[in-house]
């Protein structure tokens, strides 16, 4: 179900940015803070919403097989070379 919640602008910056820090998109931080005010567990709406996958979307399921590998493998990228913004 969807619903319109107002939230003052200075919560939803700490709300943003707490649900950042914990690797989860805003939609889950939401429902897990709503849970807990319940006192209830966690309702996750899915494994997708957290971790690094609520930060790049969803794509291509074999491309995100292979970065789930990597990052499980604890390999490290290196960026040398690469063109980041400063």
Same mark, same amino acid.
């Given at each position: 179900?969807?619903?319109?919640?107002?939230? #003052?602008?200075?919560?939803?910056?700490?709300?943003? &940015?707490?649900?950042?820090?914990? @690797?989860?998109? %805003?939609?889950? *931080? *939401?429902? +897990? &803070?709503?849970?807990?005010?319940? $006192? $209830?567990?966690?309702?996750? #709406?899915? !494994? !997708?919403?957290?971790?690094?996958?609520?930060? *790049? $979307?969803? @794509?291509?399921?074999?491309?995100?097989? +292979? %970065?789930?590998?990597?990052?499980?493998? $604890?390999?490290?990228? !290196?960026?040398?070379?690469?063109?980041? #913004?400063?």
């Amino acid at each position: 179900m969807k619903t319109t919640v107002e939230v #003052p602008d200075n919560l939803y910056r700490q709300i943003k &940015a707490q649900a950042a820090l914990q @690797g989860q998109t %805003v939609k889950t *931080f *939401f429902i +897990e &803070a709503l849970s807990e005010k319940l $006192g $209830g567990k966690h309702a996750s #709406p899915s !494994d !997708d919403d957290h971790g690094w996958k609520a930060v *790049f $979307g969803k @794509g291509n399921k074999k491309e995100l097989a +292979e %970065v789930q590998r990597i990052i499980d493998e $604890g390999q490290v990228v !290196d960026l040398r070379g690469w063109d980041l #913004p400063q």
